[in-house]
T-cell receptor, first 114, second 115 residues
Framework: DTGVSQDPRHKITKRGQNVTFRCDPI?????LYWYRQTLGQGPEFLTY????????KSRLLSDRFSAERPKGSFSTLEIQRTEQGDSAMYLC????????????FGPGTRLTVT | SQQGEEDPQALSIQEGENATMNCSYK?????LQWYRQNSGRGLVHLIL?????REKHSGRLRVTLDTSKKSSSLLITASRAADTASYFC???????????????FGKGTHLIIQP
């Protein structure tokens, strides 16, 4: 396993459309995180899973955002009715279970909403 | 919301010089981490320092942590052109009820190493 992978790497969509991104974490990592990064800013935490349980989702930006990790392996992040303000880089990270571990980030999915 | 604030926002130095970046944060933490992000690449973990540690080294990197001042510094010695990147500090909040949470990042310091 060479690291966290994300698909697609780039997505261009029209306002109002739904989009879904996929993240495959490092296989032995229980925890999976989603972040959003806009230009000139650091990543902003959205949500995280421990195995298949979504333990924190209050930071999701609106009810248009949802995430799943159905079998505790890969995860998807869906944005419904996209808006231009959703244009950003969406990053996924994974880590082993435990309170103090570094997170391993994927290359991100760059979303452009036109 | 962004908890950490890196200082300076941008730094340009000559190759071979040392680069120092600072980070301040607001709440109690489990640990503090530094990440690097190159143009077009993802975030790469550099070093993690726990709240009960004061200093840590890794190769050309030296990190200090002062929990009383809620601040940290990252020193890169003998800089190289390949060190050109954005550097972010990230904190892992100390939660009242065990467990972990997502990292809270600052806005980053953009470091340019002039050849």
């Amino acid at each position: 396993d060479t690291g966290v992978s994300q698909d697609p790497r780039h997505k261009i969509t029209k306002r109002g459309q739904n989009v879904t991104f996929r993240c495959d974490p490092i296989s032995e990592h229980n925890r999976l995180y989603w972040y959003r990064q806009t230009l000139g800013q650091g990543p902003e935490f959205l949500t995280y899973f421990q195995n298949e349980a979504q333990l924190e989702k209050s930071r999701l930006l609106s009810d248009r955002f949802s995430a799943e990790r159905p079998k505790g392996s890969f995860s998807t992040l869906e944005i419904q009715r996209t808006e231009q303000g959703d244009s950003a880089m969406y990053l996924c990270a994974s880590s082993p279970e435990g309170a103090s571990y570094e997170q391993y980030f994927g290359p991100g999915t760059r979303l452009t909403v036109t | 919301s962004q908890q950490g604030e890196e200082d300076p926002q941008a730094l340009s130095i000559q190759e071979g010089e040392n680069a120092t970046m600072n980070c301040s944060y607001k709440t109690s933490i489990n640990n503090l981490q530094w990440y690097r992000q190159n143009s077009g690449r993802g975030l790469v973990h550099l070093i993690l320092i726990r709240s009960n540690e004061r200093e840590k080294h890794s190769g050309r990197l030296r990190v200090t942590l002062d929990t009383s001042k809620k601040s940290s510094s990252l020193l890169i010695t003998a800089s190289r052109a390949a060190d050109t990147a954005s550097y972010f500090c990230a904190t892992d909040a100390l939660l009242a009820v065990g467990g972990a949470d997502g990292l809270t990042f600052g806005k980053g310091t953009h470091l340019i190493i002039q050849p």
